[in-house]
């Protein structure tokens, strides 16, 4: 039975799974490896700005498109890693994390009866932004093991009603990083349908193994009808702190920027002078950080994969993810749900990730955005479970 009082728009949509299963982890005491939450600070120059600006007294309403030093410090990221150029007064907004930036852009876009594509499986917030919009979600799976897609399952899926396609890149939930080939697909049909691209990049900085992050705005012909999205919580662990922002061409971020004055209207004051500090660190500091988590996902993977699992590659993100089929099992929720008593672990279904509840339903999410010790730890205790299971 739904709330008696929620609106019809948010029916079925209930408490995020981040939410119930990292309550999970603090009532058994287990490993959180569900939520996408570092357990280490970020650089200590970022730290050292946002004391420094709370002490400079940086502590009341910022400006609603976000401080200048901040947009500027945007623009100047665009630029210097995808030479991007962006007028940081006309062409940047900072919003309260990615997620507001999303949900804006969804709102902006979308109008009651219109279509936004998404690649399944997606991150949760995208089905509910599409619903409070009024609009209708069509989605193009993504299929294991390298959760590629079929360009013409993805041509088939604009409909005369579809404004916008929704382009997650590096992935979540699966670490995926679409190729170059691939945008360039994506690519080619918002330009033969004239729809606009909200494309979410907050782990940009964050690809392995040599494999390159390519920024949706920089193919040919697609920086005038793409709305970009990061995020200074994944780009310097610090996720609590709600610093997100937009790029793009004038037109789109003025209308993202009306909806969202209308949702927070500003956040983060104090935070936006830090994270404007953090985007103007070396090159060295953001080739380290994503060296320093793919050794942490080359920390936990064997551990899964002794444990049992059937392991998907991931070449971004903090997360990878893995079939439980080899366990007997099928319903990765029910499996998830019951791993913190089983070993003392928490992950995260993918099922809630998808339309097709059958493509995800024996697959698992897990996060290595821990320390080593950390991951050690939760792989010696699923190893155990899977000793048990044979």
Same mark, same amino acid.
């Given at each position: 039975?739904?709330?008696?009082?929620?609106?019809?728009?948010?029916?079925?949509?209930?408490?995020?799974?981040?939410?119930?299963?990292?309550?999970?982890?603090?009532?058994?005491?287990?490993?959180?490896?569900?939520?996408?939450?570092?357990?280490?600070?970020?650089?200590?120059?970022?730290?050292?700005?946002?004391?420094?600006?709370?002490?400079?007294?940086?502590?009341?309403?910022?400006?609603?498109?976000?401080?200048?030093?901040?947009?500027?410090?945007?623009?100047?990221?665009?630029?210097?890693?995808?030479g991007l150029a962006w007028d940081p007064d006309t062409d940047v907004l900072v919003t309260c994390g990615a997620t507001e930036a999303?949900?804006?852009?969804?709102?902006?876009?979308?109008?009651?009866?219109?279509? !936004?594509?998404? /690649?399944?499986? +997606?991150?949760? #917030?995208?089905?509910?932004?599409?619903?409070? &919009?009024?609009?209708? *979600?069509r989605t193009v799976l993504l299929r294991a093991p390298d959760f590629s897609f079929d360009p013409d399952e993805l041509r088939a899926?604009?409909?005369?009603?579809?404004?916008?396609?929704?382009?997650?890149?590096?992935?979540?939930?699966?670490?995926?990083?679409?190729?170059?080939?691939?945008?360039?697909?994506?690519?080619?049909?918002?330009?033969?349908?004239?729809?606009?691209?909200?494309?979410?990049?907050?782990?940009?900085?964050?690809?392995?193994?040599?494999?390159?992050?390519?920024?949706?705005?920089?193919?040919?012909?697609?920086?005038?009808?793409?709305?970009?999205?990061?995020?200074?919580?994944?780009?310097?662990?610090?996720?609590?702190?709600?610093?997100?922002?937009?790029?793009?061409?004038?037109?789109?971020?003025?209308?993202?920027?009306? !909806?969202?004055? /209308?949702?927070? +209207?500003?956040? #983060?004051?104090?935070?936006?002078?830090?994270? &404007?500090?953090?985007? *103007?660190?070396?090159?060295?500091?953001?080739?380290?950080?994503?060296?320093?988590?793919?050794?942490?996902?080359?920390?936990?993977?064997?551990?899964?994969?002794?444990?049992?699992?059937?392991?998907?590659?991931?070449?971004?993100?903090?997360?990878?993810?893995?079939?439980?089929?080899?366990?007997?099992?099928?319903?990765?929720?029910?499996?998830?749900?019951?791993?913190?008593?089983?070993?003392?672990?928490?992950?995260?279904?993918?099922?809630?990730?998808?339309?097709?509840?059958?493509?995800?339903?024996?697959?698992?999410?897990?996060?290595?955005?821990?320390?080593?010790?950390?991951?050690?730890?939760?792989?010696?205790?699923?190893?155990?479970?899977?000793?048990?299971?044979?």
């Open positions: 039975m739904g709330t008696p009082r929620l609106t019809s728009k948010l029916d079925g949509f209930g408490t995020t799974i981040f939410a119930e299963m990292s309550a999970l982890a603090v009532a058994t005491g287990s490993i959180n490896l569900g939520q996408g939450m570092p357990d280490t600070d970020g650089p200590a120059e970022v730290l050292d700005a946002a004391v420094e600006a709370i002490r400079a007294g940086h502590n009341q309403y910022p400006p609603g498109p976000g401080i200048p030093a901040l947009r500027a410090a945007v623009a100047e990221h665009q630029q210097r890693f995808y999303i949900a804006a852009a969804l709102l902006a876009l979308l109008d009651t009866g219109d279509e !936004a594509i998404v /690649f399944e499986p +997606y991150y949760d #917030s995208y089905g509910a932004c599409i619903s409070m &919009a009024g609009a209708q *979600r899926a604009v409909t005369d009603r579809t404004r916008v396609i929704l382009l997650n890149t590096p992935h979540n939930p699966t670490g995926k990083v679409f190729t170059r080939d691939e945008v360039a697909t994506v690519a080619d049909v918002a330009a033969e349908h004239d729809l606009v691209v909200i494309s979410d990049e907050v782990y940009e900085h964050l690809t392995f193994d040599a494999v390159p992050h390519v920024p949706f705005a920089s193919l040919p012909g697609m920086a005038e009808r793409t709305v970009s999205i990061g995020s200074g919580g994944k780009c310097f662990s610090v996720t609590g702190w709600k610093v997100g922002w937009v790029t793009g061409p004038s037109e789109l971020v003025t209308a993202v920027r009306t !909806a969202k004055q /209308f949702l927070t +209207y500003v956040s #983060s004051g104090p935070f936006q002078h830090a994270v &404007a500090a953090g985007l *103007r660190l070396p090159d060295a500091y953001f080739a380290e950080s994503a060296a320093d988590m793919q050794a942490k996902r080359d920390r936990l993977v064997p551990g899964l994969v002794d444990a049992g699992f059937e392991v998907y590659p991931t070449s971004g993100t903090y997360f990878v993810v893995a079939d439980i089929t080899p366990f007997g099992e099928q319903d990765g929720m029910a499996f998830c749900r019951s791993l913190p008593d089983r070993c003392g672990v928490v992950a995260v279904p993918c099922s809630v990730f998808y339309d097709d509840a059958d493509a995800g339903r024996a697959l698992v999410r897990f996060g290595f955005c821990k320390q080593h010790h950390v991951l050690d730890e939760a792989a010696d205790r699923l190893r155990a479970l899977g000793g048990a299971g044979r």
